[in-house]
């Protein structure tokens, strides 16, 4: 089925990031480039659900407990698409010397020592962060590092090339954001994170930028570019960084 405009760019982003029963949406080479802008939207509702859980759970299960309910809740609505990508990332730059050690490594499904440790140390991490917030804050948190974690696919995107020439998800993403869904990306996640934090969005905001930066300057080193496993795991890093800041500025 063919949606208009934007309202199909906006399902195509869902249906590319989450689980949701949009298959049967018509799907062209360059949809997943164009809904790239609307990714910060995908985190919005994936959050908003996330901290709702909170609200519902918190008074009835110990705050440990909710917090793995809402991280739980995160991988299985994405399908594990972040987790997987870290744990190959894992596996691939851990593992590998050469670009195309780690390349052939990335190319295999299996998880590894490293990826295993990978997704064990994000969860870990993610639910000790969670369960360190005041209730007050978990909301407004959780919300903006789903936003600015899709948001880090939009520079990584529009600044480097695939490291794979092989079509793919991620080569269809690697030089394929232009400088306009950059900008209203960025306007729309910064702009949300912005309205939920207020001067306290500033920390997050550098903190996904430097998380992203920095990763860009890893991949384009060791393998010349991106790919799709390596947005994710930028995904996974970005969001943990941004549990970070909270737990710093409580």
């Known amino acids: 089925m063919k949606m208009p405009g934007i309202i199909g760019d906006v399902a195509a982003a ?18 997943l480039s164009r809904s790239a802008k609307f990714f910060p939207l995908v985190g919005l509702a994936v959050g908003s659900v996330a901290a709702a859980l909170h609200h519902w759970l918190l008074p009835h299960l110990p705050v440990a407990v909710v917090a793995l309910v ?5 991988t299985l609505v ?62 407004w948190y959780v919300i903006s590092a789903h936003v600015l974690c899709r948001w880090s696919v ?12 092989q079509a793919s998800q991620g080569a269809r993403l690697a030089q394929q954001i232009s400088w306009a869904s950059l900008l209203v990306g960025t306007l729309i996640a910064f702009g949300i994170v912005a309205y939920l934090l207020r001067m306290a969005a500033f920390g997050p905001i550098i903190a996904v930028s430097t998380v992203t930066l920095l990763s860009g300057i890893y991949y384009q080193r060791r393998i010349g570019g991106v790919t799709g496993d390596c947005f994710g795991a930028t995904i996974q890093l970005a969001e943990i960084s941004v549990y970070v800041c909270g737990v710093w500025q409580s």
């Open 154 to 165: 939009l520079p990584l995107g529009h600044l480097l090339s695939a490291a794979r020439k």
């Open 78 to 139: 994405t399908g594990g698409l972040h987790e997987d990508g870290l744990a190959d990332a894992a596996d691939g730059f851990g593992g590998g010397w050469s670009r195309e050690q780690i390349l052939e490594i990335l190319k295999d499904s299996r998880i590894g020592s490293y990826g295993a440790l990978a997704i064990v140390f994000s969860i870990g991490a993610r639910v000790l962060l969670l369960s360190s917030f005041s209730s007050s804050k978990f909301a």
């Open 70 to 74: 809402v991280v739980l809740f995160s």
């Open 14 to 31: 869902f249906q590319f990031l989450t689980r949701l029963p949009l298959s049967h949406l018509t799907y062209t080479p360059n949809t």
